[in-house]
């Protein structure tokens, strides 16, 4: 938000003390904190500081084995899943998956990256090489799926990633495309139980249709912007009209 004069940004700093006394009492005294850094957001939610993003929010990120557990506890449809630890786990994964599924990595991966179709026990011996847990999940053909991005309570964006057909994988980083066809009321009424349920207030939740239901695949708290650049949205001006709307 820097360079927006109606909102006060003071930057990260990873040493309280390196914030002025002005600064230190701003933050302190502030009645909610805007983008705290994940960092900041588990000390502000010790102190019982509301921020924006929520803490939840913060410690959902790029963790797709706490996500996985989540949805499993609280009954959102999410593709078959497991995770398997150590080498004699690893090699029970041919008792729950048959070629193809996908192989992820477990944890600190967006964009598409770490995401892998395999289609045999080589693929899969050169994914366990390197990944560490293994992260497997069953391969649902689709052509597209869903970004669907909530900010607050509320669905700000959403549209459908088509895929490139010589490529599974349907990321914007990756090839896919922006599509605005009308999206299932089914999955954006789940997206929106899901973000509130798991307690995440900014998120894109990928979603696919398989058999005509709904899916979670995972909650993206580092989604890009190309989505709203290709509608015609100002990212950073939308955003700051939420803050000071009070909305976030």
Request: hydrophobic share 40%.
């Amino acid at each position: 938000m820097r360079g927006v004069p109606s909102i006060h940004t003071l930057g990260f700093k990873p040493v309280f003390e390196a914030y002025t006394p002005q600064e230190q009492r701003l933050i302190l005294e502030a009645e909610k904190i805007y983008y705290p850094t994940a960092f900041y957001a588990d000390l502000f939610n010790a102190m019982g500081k509301p921020t924006f993003p929520s803490f939840h929010t913060y410690k959902f990120a790029m963790d797709k084995i706490k996500q996985t557990a989540i949805f499993h506890m609280l009954g959102i449809p999410h593709p078959k899943t497991r995770v398997f630890y150590g080498e004699t786990q690893k090699k029970t994964i041919l008792d729950f998956f048959s070629f193809p599924f996908i192989a992820k990595k477990a944890r600190g991966s967006a964009r598409g990256r770490g995401v892998f179709l395999i289609h045999n026990r080589e693929d899969l011996a050169l994914y366990l090489k390197h990944h560490s847990p293994a992260y497997i999940q069953e391969y649902l053909p689709i052509d597209r799926d869903m970004r669907i991005i909530i900010m607050g309570k509320k669905i700000r964006l959403a549209f459908w990633r088509v895929g490139d057909p010589d490529n599974f994988k349907t990321n914007l980083s990756q090839g896919g495309a922006v599509c605005f066809d009308s999206l299932p009321r089914e999955a954006l009424d789940l997206a929106e139980r899901t973000a509130l349920s798991c307690g995440w207030d900014d998120v894109g939740i990928d979603m696919v249709m398989h058999g005509g239901r709904p899916y979670v695949l995972e909650g993206n708290m580092k989604y890009g912007t190309k989505g709203f650049h290709t509608a015609g949205i100002d990212y950073k001006t939308m955003l700051a009209g939420l803050i000071l709307k009070g909305e976030l």
